[in-house]
C-alpha cells in the first residue's frame, strides 16, 4: 500500500489543471471536482495505475470503474451507442448520467478498470474543473468517487483529505460540489434499466426515452450484481441509521428535512437539516457532508426524518437506505 506518499493539495486553476494531467501521464491518482462528487482519477489505460487506485480506495476489483471523457465523440472511441443511448447522451451529456454500454472493440481502457465485462460505464462531466483536466490529460480518465470504500462520498476537499491523505498523489479544490449525490446509471441494454439512482432524476430521463426505466434484477444472471457497487451497505457511516423516524430517542441525532419540528429534537444530541425549505436539490447537495458531520458527534444513532421520493429524492432515499443496513 502507498501510504505515506505526499498528498499535494493544490486550489483550482491553471497550475492545478496542468500538474493533474501530469500526474495521470505518470500513473498516478488525482482526486478532482466533479458536479456530483469528488472523484479519484487514473489513466484508463494504464493498468498499474488502476490497480493502484484500487488499492489506494481499500476497493475490491471486482467492482468496476467509470470512464470519464471529454465529449460524446471521445465516448465512442471506447463504447458502442445505440439510438437510445445516442438521444440520453444528446440530452444530458455533460452532466450527472453514467451510461453503461458495450464495449467497443478496440477500447483502450484497461480490463482491469470494467473487472472483465463486456460493458463499460461511461460519463462526460459537467464541472469545469474536471473539463479541463479531461482536455489537458487528452485521454480517458477512471473517477470512483475519492471516498474510502464503504465511506459516503466526498463533496468537499476536505472530506477527500480526511479519507485518502497519504494515498494519493494530488487533491485538486474546487470547492464543495454542486448536486451532492452521484451521477444516475443507466444499462443501455435492450430494454434500457436504472441501475443505480442518482443527480439527474428519473422522470427526466424517461421524458426522453418515451418509455419507464426497468428496474434492475437483485442479481446479474451469473449471480453479480448489475451494478456490482451497488451492495447494500455501501454508502456507511459508522453510527447507526435509523430511517423515518418521527421523534428522536434516547442519546440520538437528527438529520431533519422540512420546517416541521419532530418529539424529542430538544435533546437530541445533535440536529442538521437537509432542507429547511424542503427543497429536494438542497437536501441531496447537503446529505454526504452532514452524514460525515454527525457521524463524528458520537451519538448513538442517527435519526433520519422521512424524505419525498420524487425528483433527487429517489436518490437521496436510496443512499440513506444503504446507510441504515445493519452491519457488524
Ligand atoms: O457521480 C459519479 O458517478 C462519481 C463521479 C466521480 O463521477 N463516480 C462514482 O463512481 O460514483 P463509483 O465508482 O463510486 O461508482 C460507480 C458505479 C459502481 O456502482 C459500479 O459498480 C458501477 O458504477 N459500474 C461501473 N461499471 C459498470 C458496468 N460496466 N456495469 C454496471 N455497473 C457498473
Ligand atoms: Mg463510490
Same mark, same amino acid.
Given at each position: ?98 451510461? +453503461? ?66 494515498? %494519493? ?5 474546487? #470547492? ?8 444516475? %446509471?443507466? #444499462? ?19 421524458? +426522453? ?61 445533535? +440536529? ?25 458527534? #458520537?451519538?448513538?444513532?442517527?435519526? +433520519? ?7 433527487? #429524492? ?15
Amino acid at each position: 500500500m502507498n501510504v505515506g506518499l505526499k498528498t499535494q493539495i493544490l486550489p483550482a486553476g491553471e497550475a492545478a489543471v496542468a500538474a493533474a494531467a501530469r500526474v495521470l501521464a505518470a500513473g498516478g491518482l488525482v482526486a478532482f471536482p466533479t458536479e456530483t462528487v469528488y472523484g479519484l482519477g487514473a489513466d484508463a489505460t494504464n493498468a498499474a495505475a488502476i490497480a493502484h487506485l484500487y488499492q489506494a480506495k481499500g476497493r475490491p476489483a471486482f467492482n468496476p470503474l467509470i470512464a470519464h471523457v471529454g465529449d460524446i465523440d471521445a465516448a465512442r472511441r471506447i463504447a458502442r451507442f445505440d439510438a437510445q443511448a445516442s438521444a440520453l447522451a444528446k440530452a444530458f451529456w455533460p452532466g450527472p448520467l453514467t451510461l +453503461v454500454l458495450p464495449k467497443a472493440k478496440d477500447c483502450p481502457v484497461a480490463d482491469l478498470a470494467t473487472a472483465g465485462l463486456e460493458t463499460i460505464a461511461i460519463r462526460v462531466p459537467a464541472h469545469a474543473v474536471a473539463r479541463d483536466i479531461l482536455r489537458a490529460f487528452g485521454g480517458p480518465v477512471v473517477a470512483p468517487s475519492a471516498n474510502l470504500s464503504g465511506h459516503v462520498s466526498p463533496t468537499t476537499a476536505a472530506h477527500v483529505q480526511s479519507d485518502l491523505a497519504g494515498r %494519493i498523489d494530488l487533491i485538486v479544490d474546487g #470547492g464543495p460540489v454542486e448536486v451532492g449525490v452521484e451521477s444516475t %446509471i443507466v #444499462g443501455c441494454f435492450a430494454e434500457p434499466v436504472l441501475l443505480r439512482p442518482g443527480g439527474l432524476p428519473r422522470g427526466d430521463i424517461e421524458r +426522453v426515452l418515451g418509455r419507464p426505466l426497468a428496474q434492475p434484477p437483485a442479481d446479474g444472471d451469473d449471480g453479480q450484481p448489475l451494478a456490482p457497487g451497488m451492495l447494500a451497505s455501501h454508502y456507511a457511516p459508522r453510527t447507526r441509521v435509523r430511517l423515518d423516524a418521527g421523534s428522536v430517542e434516547d442519546g440520538e441525532a437528527l438529520l431533519a428535512f422540512g420546517p416541521d419540528a419532530v418529539a424529542g429534537v430538544d435533546a437530541a444530541t445533535a +440536529v442538521m437539516n437537509l432542507s429547511v425549505r424542503g427543497d429536494l436539490d438542497e437536501a441531496a447537495a447537503n446529505l454526504f457532508g452532514y452524514l460525515r458531520a454527525l457521524d463524528v458527534r #458520537g451519538a448513538r444513532g442517527i435519526a +433520519v426524518m422521512p424524505v419525498p421520493h420524487h425528483g433527487l #429524492g429517489e436518490a437521496i432515499n436510496d443512499r440513506l437506505r444503504r446507510a441504515a443496513v445493519e452491519r457488524d
